[in-house]
T-cell receptor, first 113, second 112 residues
Framework: NAGVTQTPKFQVLKTGQSMTLQCAQD?????MYWYRQDPGMGLRLIYY???????DKGEVPNGYNVSRLNKREFSLRLESAAPSQTSVYFC????????????FGEGSRLTVL | KNQVEQSPQSLIILEGKNCTLQ??????????LRWYKQDTGRGPVSLTI?????NTKSNGRYTATLDADTKQSSLHITASQLSDSASYIC???????????FGTGTQLKVEL
């Protein structure tokens, strides 16, 4: 039972480089989310996808883009990484938007030098 | 502005002791409140959900309470174990498909 799978688990980037975080869920959930977690702060929503084919901005979308590739996959792209984007990123899913239990991936730790 | 405040920020207890974590919220309207446990280096996992009509709910050694009038919830851990060492996050849902509000978590360390 894989649940929510994120790759990569760790990544170091230089300022200005780009990268994509991948997320896939095998629970047939409609809604998927990307959060970032920083010390002393609660999880903050970057983008979410309420259903396949839709994406919406969350609380901190600047500097990020997302793609809901299909029902299973939701990727997060950093086009030009900045040190302020150093964080732990979590992908999550729920059966329907903002209801029910959030199922989280294991996280992706990103460092931008 | 919807907010969730948790206290204490961190807590150290001895194995076998009990502890209580607090969550105060100003989210309105209110649909439900969940407590999540996040082990170091892992994603959060749901422990329990409280809806408006529920006062108490248990999940093994974890007991959550909710006072919807004062907008407070607590998570009581009984007979703590080393494996309880984690961050405990309170998350409030306003319902209706609206976004969740997360607390910053209480970092619990259980020592021998």
């Amino acid at each position: 039972n894989a649940g929510v799978t994120q790759t990569p688990k760790f990544q170091v980037l230089k300022t200005g480089q780009s990268m994509t975080l991948q997320c896939a869920q095998d629970m047939n959930h409609n809604s998927m989310y990307w959060y970032r977690q920083d010390p002393g702060m609660g999880l903050r929503l970057i983008y979410y996808s309420a259903s396949e084919g839709t994406t919406d901005k969350g609380e901190v979308p600047n500097g990020y883009n997302v793609s809901r590739l299909n029902k299973r996959e939701f990727s997060l792209r950093l086009e030009s990484a900045a040190p302020s984007q150093t964080s732990v990123y979590f992908c999550a899913s729920t059966p329907t938007a903002n209801t029910g239990e959030l199922f989280f991936g294991e996280g992706s730790r990103l460092t931008v030098l | 502005k919807n907010q969730v405040e948790q206290s204490p920020q961190s807590l150290i207890i001895l194995e076998g002791k009990n502890c209580t974590l607090q969550c105060n919220y100003t989210v309105s309207p209110f649909s439900n409140l969940r407590w999540y446990k996040q082990d170091t280096g892992r994603g959060p996992v749901s422990l329990t959900i409280m809806t408006f009509s529920e006062n108490t709910k248990s999940n093994g050694r974890y007991t959550a309470t909710l006072d919807a009038d004062t907008k407070q919830s607590s998570l009581h851990i009984t007979a703590s174990q080393l494996s309880d060492s984690a961050s405990y996050i309170c998350v409030v849902s306003p319902g209706g498909g609206n976004k969740l509000t997360f607390g910053t978590g209480t970092q619990l360390k259980v020592e021998l």
